[in-house]
């Protein structure tokens, strides 16, 4: 019989790898250790070619420095053969001497290092040539060095303390001076507070002597202007006085009319007309009568040069854009009855928004005072005031007038500025003085350096005032009624009245403490808060009206029944009629 051998299983059965190494004897060893000894061959082998490259650099450098030495020597010979000096020529054995030398040292020496023995051997053979070729003492001392670093290299490489030494010291190396720049040195920033705006210091600057010095400087500057100027004419001219604001002020547009010392135009010489009301009104009466109606008056008070146009006849001559703009061109300087200013105005349109065609008005309903008025009127000076630009230019004078009487005028309106000037006095950055011909400069009367105003300035005109006044009088007789859930007025008494004006007072002082408190949660909690409040005014509101509702039904009850009975009859008799 043969013995057949089954198979052991696999985990009862040796693997071949244990196996062998149970045969052989062989203990596993750990392989952390094996590569820990790998890791540092491989360093030092790192640091041996590092230590390599390092020499055959230097050795480069060597080469160079020798052959520059070697060209001095040829250049040091020539000379020395000129000079014939005495020299110890070397014999032929010492020379064979010398390379015997040589070729111990290399032997001695690894590859890498022969190339610098070989240097520094012949810079022995330098040195005993002559005594013109000088080898310098930092020469020998760089040779030293360049044999003592490798030793001091491997040492290094030995010691894991040192090598981050070695490291930073080549990164400080390699980092390159930064080239200096010019850089301008910081001037610490100083903010200046401007200085609050001085009324006295404005008025030793603006007085009548530095506008007199002003006005002379520049009546000559304009003459010298003008006559460099072939083309312009220097005979019939206007001054203005440009005033320009730091803020621009919220007002409606209006002509501003100032009033000033000399008049700015001569009945005599120049063009003036006066509109007048008509005596009998329509548009088929005659405007004759009229006319010599207030030549009559005119001529009793002494005034005279005036063109007299029934306002009347001003509408049936100007009926177009262009016959009105003729008819402001025609004239120079227009005046109207104070009654029907507004209606003239209304009726002209924008030609007559100028400061030259605007209509001063005068009060002619007293013949007596009638010269005074025409007088009073004709010493006034306007300009436009408007929300886009800064700056503001008002007629001063013409040329007629001296530096004095010019002066006057401008220290008259600066005066009357200082109330109507929206702003006043601290909203005006600057003055100037300048005549009406193109091309000319102007020159500078007043320059603020104060501070500009904190607010922008608000205006509101003769005619927004009356406004406010008529809604205030509508406010204060609605606040007596309130409205039914019919759409009803019903009167309150007083007591709701009082109690009304109670409720809107604590509406607005919650509303203003709500804009006050900047720490609010959000803008949603405040629309609630204000919902609520006004809610519970609603609900209080229309208890009052349901309650003074129940009065005057109690009241008016009787009333009603009496109404519905004699409807009821009134229904009765038409329905008889009906039947017939």
């Given at each position: 019989?043969?013995?057949?051998?089954?198979?052991?299983?696999?985990?009862?059965?040796?693997?071949?790898?244990?196996?062998?190494?149970?045969?052989?004897?062989?203990?596993?060893?750990?392989?952390?250790?094996?590569?820990?000894?790998?890791?540092?061959?491989?360093?030092?082998?790192?640091?041996?070619?590092?230590?390599?490259?390092?020499?055959?650099?230097?050795?480069?450098?060597?080469?160079?420095?020798?052959?520059?030495?070697?060209?001095?020597?040829?250049?040091?010979?020539?000379?020395?053969?000129?000079?014939?000096?005495?020299?110890?020529?070397?014999?032929?054995?010492?020379?064979?001497?010398?390379?015997?030398?040589?070729g111990k040292e290399k032997k001695k020496f690894p590859p890498t290092q022969a190339k610098s023995q070989e240097m520094v051997s012949k810079q022995t053979n330098s040195e005993s040539k002559p005594p013109h070729t000088q080898s310098s003492k930092k020469q020998k001392n760089?040779?030293?060095?360049?044999?003592?670093?490798?030793?001091?290299?491997?040492?290094?490489?030995?010691?894991?303390?040192?090598?981050?030494?070695?490291?930073?010291?080549?990164?400080?190396?390699?980092?390159?001076?930064?080239?200096?720049?010019?850089?301008?040195?910081?001037?610490?920033?100083?903010?200046?507070?401007?200085?609050?705006?001085?009324?006295?210091?404005?008025?030793?600057?603006?007085?009548?002597?530095?506008?007199?010095?002003?006005?002379?400087?520049?009546?000559?500057?304009?003459?010298?202007?003008?006559?460099?100027?072939?083309?312009?004419?220097?005979?019939?001219?206007?001054?203005?006085?440009?005033?320009?604001?730091?803020?621009?002020?919220?007002?409606?547009?209006?002509?501003?009319?100032?009033?000033?010392?000399?008049?700015?135009?001569?009945?005599?010489?120049?063009?003036?007309?006066?509109?007048?009301?008509?005596?009998?009104?329509?548009?088929?009466?005659?405007?004759?009568?009229?006319?010599?109606?207030?030549?009559?008056?005119?001529?009793?008070?002494?005034?005279?040069?005036?063109?007299?146009?029934?306002?009347?006849?001003?509408?049936?001559?100007?009926?177009?854009?262009?016959?009105?703009?003729?008819?402001?061109?025609?004239?120079?300087?227009?005046?109207?009855?104070?009654?029907?200013?507004?209606?003239?105005?209304?009726?002209?349109?924008?030609?007559?928004?100028?400061?030259?065609?605007?209509?001063?008005?005068?009060?002619?309903?007293?013949?007596?005072?009638?010269?005074?008025?025409?007088?009073?009127?004709?010493?006034?000076?306007?300009?436009?005031?408007?929300?886009?630009?800064?700056?503001?230019?008002?007629?001063?004078?013409?040329?007629?007038?001296?530096?004095e009487h010019l002066a006057e005028n401008v220290q008259m309106v600066v005066e009357q500025l200082k109330t109507l000037y929206p702003g006043g006095l601290g909203n005006i950055r600057q003055m100037n003085m300048k005549i009406d011909i193109t091309g000319t400069s102007s020159?500078?009367?007043?320059?603020?350096?104060?501070?500009?105003?904190?607010?922008?300035?608000?205006?509101?005109?003769?005619?927004?005032?009356?406004?406010?006044?008529?809604?205030?009088?509508?406010?204060?007789?609605?606040?007596?009624?309130?409205?039914?859930?019919?759409?009803?007025?019903?009167?309150?008494?007083?007591?709701?009245?009082?109690?009304?004006?109670?409720?809107?007072?604590?509406?607005?002082?919650?509303?203003?403490?709500?804009?006050?408190?900047?720490?609010?949660?959000?803008?949603?909690?405040?629309?609630?808060?204000?919902?609520?409040?006004?809610?519970?005014?609603?609900?209080?509101?229309?208890?009052?009206?349901?309650?003074?509702?129940?009065?005057?039904?109690?009241?008016?009850?009787?009333d009603d029944d009496s109404n519905d009975d004699e409807e009821d009859e009134g229904d009765d008799d038409d329905d008889d009629e009906d039947d017939e």
């Amino acid at each position: 019989m043969v013995k057949v051998q089954k198979p052991l299983p696999k985990s009862i059965a040796p693997s071949s790898k244990t196996a062998n190494k149970a045969a052989n004897g062989i203990k596993k060893e750990k392989p952390g250790k094996d590569v820990n000894v790998k890791a540092k061959k491989a360093k030092a082998k790192l640091m041996e070619q590092v230590a390599q490259e390092k020499q055959l650099s230097q050795t480069k450098s060597m080469k160079k420095d020798v052959a520059k030495e070697q060209k001095n020597a040829k250049k040091n010979k020539e000379i020395i053969k000129q000079q014939k000096p005495i020299v110890s020529q070397p014999t032929a054995h010492t020379e064979k001497a010398q390379k015997a030398e040589v070729g111990k040292e290399k032997k001695k020496f690894p590859p890498t290092q022969a190339k610098s023995q070989e240097m520094v051997s012949k810079q022995t053979n330098s040195e005993s040539k002559p005594p013109h070729t000088q080898s310098s003492k930092k020469q020998k001392n760089k040779q030293n060095k360049a044999n003592q670093k490798p030793k001091q290299t491997q040492d290094m490489a030995n010691k894991p303390e040192l090598k981050s030494q070695i490291q930073a010291g080549k990164q400080q190396k390699k980092k390159k001076p930064q080239p200096k720049t010019n850089k301008v040195p910081k001037v610490p920033s100083v903010q200046f507070e401007p200085m609050p705006f001085d009324e006295e210091q404005f008025n030793k600057i603006v007085n009548l002597e530095n506008i007199k010095k002003v006005a002379k400087a520049l009546k000559k500057l304009v003459e010298k202007e003008v006559s460099e100027k072939k083309t312009s004419i220097f005979s019939d001219y206007r001054y203005f006085l440009n005033v320009s604001s730091y803020k621009i002020p919220n007002c409606p547009k209006r002509m501003v009319k100032l009033n000033v010392k000399h008049s700015l135009v001569d009945p005599k010489d120049d063009d003036v007309v006066i509109i007048v009301p008509d005596l009998q009104r329509g548009a088929k009466m005659d405007h004759e009568p009229t006319v010599q109606h207030y030549e009559d008056l005119f001529r009793e008070a002494g005034v005279s040069n005036l063109k007299i146009v029934p306002f009347n006849q001003l509408r049936k001559e100007c009926t177009t854009y262009e016959a009105k703009r003729k008819f402001a061109n025609t004239y120079d300087y227009f005046l109207c009855d104070g009654r029907i200013v507004g209606h003239v105005v209304g009726f002209c349109g924008k030609n007559f928004q100028k400061p030259r065609t605007t209509f001063h008005a005068v009060g002619l309903t007293d013949p007596k005072t009638y010269k005074k008025e025409i007088e009073r009127a004709l010493k006034r000076t306007a300009y436009k005031q408007i929300q886009k630009g800064d700056l503001v230019s008002i007629p001063v004078g013409n040329h007629r007038y001296s530096i004095e009487h010019l002066a006057e005028n401008v220290q008259m309106v600066v005066e009357q500025l200082k109330t109507l000037y929206p702003g006043g006095l601290g909203n005006i950055r600057q003055m100037n003085m300048k005549i009406d011909i193109t091309g000319t400069s102007s020159l500078p009367l007043y320059v603020n350096l104060a501070g500009a105003p904190a607010e922008t300035p608000n205006v509101v005109g003769s005619r927004e005032q009356r406004m406010l006044k008529l809604k205030k009088e509508a406010n204060d007789v609605l606040e007596q009624f309130n409205l039914s859930k019919s759409g009803e007025f019903v009167k309150l008494d007083r007591t709701q009245v009082e109690r009304k004006r109670q409720i809107k007072q604590a509406r607005q002082v919650l509303i203003a403490v709500d804009a006050e408190n900047e720490e609010t949660p959000s803008k949603k909690a405040k629309k609630d808060n204000e919902e609520e409040d006004s809610d519970n005014g609603e609900a209080a509101e229309e208890d009052e009206v349901e309650e003074a509702e129940g009065d005057d039904e109690d009241q008016d009850g009787e009333d009603d029944d009496s109404n519905d009975d004699e409807e009821d009859e009134g229904d009765d008799d038409d329905d008889d009629e009906d039947d017939e």
